[in-house]
Structures are given as C-alpha cells and as structure tokens.
Nanobody, 128 residues
Framework: QVQVDESGGGLVQAGGSLRLSCAAS????????IGWFRQAPGKEREGVGC????????YYADSVEGRFTISRDNGKRTVYLEMNSLKPEDTATYFC?????????????????????WGQGTQVTVSS
C-alpha cells in the first residue's frame, strides 16, 4: 500500500508560480509512474502531466506545456510539479497519483486509469 500526500497549494496572482510536492510513504517511488491531475468545480478531472518510473521522460497536457514542469527525487520519495505563468483557468484541486508501470510509458499516462493510488488533493487558486 502506498500513501500519497500532496502539499504546496495556495493562492497566487496570475503570472505567479507555485511548486506542489507529492510525497509517498509505504514504498519507494522508484518503480512507479507518477501523474498530476486537476479538477475544477463542475469539470472532469484532467491529466496535467506525468513522469516515467524508469527515467525522466515526461508528458504534459497541451494546456500547461511550457509552463509546468514535473521532476522527481526518488531518494526523498517526492515528486514535484513546478507551475509557472499561472492563469486563472489553472484554478483547481490538484492531485498526485502513483501507478505501477504495467504498460509502456506514453502520453496515455495522462489518463487516470493508469494509476493505483491517489492523494487527497491540494487546492490551487489563481486570482486575476
């Protein structure tokens, strides 16, 4: 069992930056693919970005490409989501998810079905 906890959310002005952290307990993150998702009120959960279990390969949603960056520190069992040039439409609850690499790591890992463990989410609010 892997417990996943997100932190780092908050209120920021448009154009600002935030860094979210995803910490895992109960297991090392080395063998898992990690995804970041978000859900705004009244909208479906969407994949924001993901990082491979085996290397630093990442994929991002078109809406955040070039603004968001995912990195991982396996020694600290932590994955980060660096968010720059934030927009009001980035306002959402952000979730971290962990999944066993049972399938080839492709952009399809932006989809929720790849993941086995989920955090409770952290709120990000971007004011205009």
């Amino acid at each position: 069992q892997v417990q996943v906890d997100e932190s780092g959310g908050g209120l920021v002005q448009a154009g600002g930056s935030l860094r979210l952290s995803c910490a895992a307990s109960g297991s090392t993150l080395d063998y898992y693919g990690i995804g970041w998702f978000r859900q705004a009120p009244g909208k479906e959960r969407e994949g924001v970005g993901c990082i491979s279990s085996r290397d630093t390969t990442t994929y991002y949603a078109d809406s955040v490409e070039g603004r968001f960056t995912i990195s991982r520190d396996n020694g600290k069992r932590t994955v980060y989501l660096e968010m720059n040039s934030l927009k009001p439409e980035d306002t959402a609850t952000y979730f971290c998810a962990v999944g066993l690499p049972l399938t080839k790591f492709t952009k399809s890992w932006l989809l929720a079905y790849n993941y086995d463990y989920w955090g409770q989410g952290t709120q990000v609010t971007v004011s205009s």
